[in-house]
């Protein structure tokens, strides 16, 4: 969308009708009397991109273009204002919040919006505080937060583009020297075809998770692994078969898991009345906690895989989150009980929801490349 001719009848400066003439090769509206140029000139916007614990904020159009879609608050820029006035008073406007520390992220061309053609909205990432209020029924339906890896529908291309940049960015590469790669419960009882709770089809997920094992190995700071270790007596046994039960078959890593010497340890549902679906609740042999020994390795960001993506894999990642730790869950070198269709697809939307980052092996491997 092209940014059209000032629609001017009367030159300003001296009133004299405007007419136009070929100038190379385009059609330029001038004064006769004065010659002076008229070129086009293209409107302003800006937006802000307020981001809170991997979530950001956004309001729902109630007016065309777009009406029922989503995005960052933002505005023109009136006659009389720069950019940085015009900011936080649109903000305001959109939101109810006020706004500081504002720093640009991207200038770009709108070339959908009819309301002002080829205008080009200025985008800058803030902090937001205060008390939401939808200031203006009007133009909004609704304001909220969203996952910035699971957004709602975006009207508008620019918007658009910039969810895709924050999307990029959550993905890229931790600081390798404070990540730790944790594989949940790869263990006969799960993987196993013979297994006591065998996950169908999880033997197939194998192959990915050792990549990321063995790429783990050569820059990572730790690998970690946790196991179900239930006692025979378990009530955990009144949900579920019998598996996992301490120091047999069961219980064991899968034959064909590569499991390095040096990787640390945890052991979960150890006691009768414990269902040990979370592996922050495990333990080392010197009975370290799941925490303590991320701490003591001086982990910022855990990388997790395994079985099962709706249960144990779920319960960890929700956990790492919680506990401060920029958390990521590997998609497809994890796999799902699906006690109900769709679970896997529930359970991590729900991961997403509460700030863990999705990503694939491809992707992980490409941080070191």
Known sequence: MSILLPDYRFCPYCATPISDRIEEG????????????????????VAGVAVRNHRVLMVQRNREPYVGTWMFPAGFVEYGEDLLEALPREFKEETGLSISNAKLIDIMQSRDDLRSPGHFVTFYEVDAKG??????????????????????????????SIMATLQAKMKEMPDLSSCAFFGVDLQNCFGHKKGGLYVKGSEKIIPACNRLIESAAYWAKLTIFSLDWHPADSNHFKKWPP???ANTWDSQFLRSLIVPDYSEIVRKATKKDEDGYDPFEGKSDSSETTDKILKKHGIKSVVFFGIATDYCVKAGVLSAV????RTYIVTDASAAVNVNPGDDIKAINEMIDAGAIPITVEEVLAWTR
């Open 131 to 160: 008390k939401i209020a939808n200031n203006d029924l009007e133009e909004n339906r609704r304001i909220d937060w969203f996952s910035i890896m699971r957004p709602p529908e975006i009207g508008f291309r620019t918007h658009r």
């Open 243 to 245: 598996h996992g039960i």
């Open 322 to 325: 919680k506990n401060g730790y």
């Open 26 to 45: 385009r059609t330029r509206q001038y004064c006769k009397h004065c010659d002076r140029k008229f070129f086009p000139a293209a409107g302003n916007a």
